[in-house]
């Protein structure tokens, strides 16, 4: 991975983290923490989390993206993200 790509993933996780803070209440989580499974979100969260992922990321979520693996954890959306983008960049 380039340093460019490096920034990017890191703006993306850092823009995650801020989204998933107005709803932790002071609770920190790793990047690679699956918030489901702690108990922090449940499953009704995904549909907050794909609108922030379509309105504020600008990465149109797909019928074949909705596995909760892209959207359990900081890491998981932002490799998502990344993928649609580069994805998206060659299109």
């Known amino acids: 991975m380039s340093?460019?790509?490096?920034g990017?993933?890191?703006d993306i996780r850092q823009r995650v983290r801020?989204?998933?803070d107005q709803f932790l209440h002071g609770h920190r989580?790793?990047?690679d923490e699956?918030?489901?499974a702690t108990g922090?979100?449940?499953?009704l969260f995904v549909m907050q989390l794909v609108l922030f992922v379509e309105n504020e990321l600008g990465?149109?979520?797909e019928d074949e993206d909705l596995e909760m693996e892209n959207f359990n954890s900081v890491s998981a959306i932002a490799r998502m993200v990344e993928r649609?983008?580069?994805a998206a960049d060659r299109g």
């Open 3 to 6: 340093t460019a790509e490096g």
């Open 8 to 10: 990017h993933m890191d």
């Open 18 to 20: 801020a989204f998933l």
């Open 29 to 31: 989580i790793d990047d």
């Open 34 to 36: 699956n918030y489901f």
């Open 40 to 43: 922090h979100f449940n499953s």
């Open 59 to 61: 990465v149109p979520v």
């Open 84 to 86: 649609k983008s580069r």
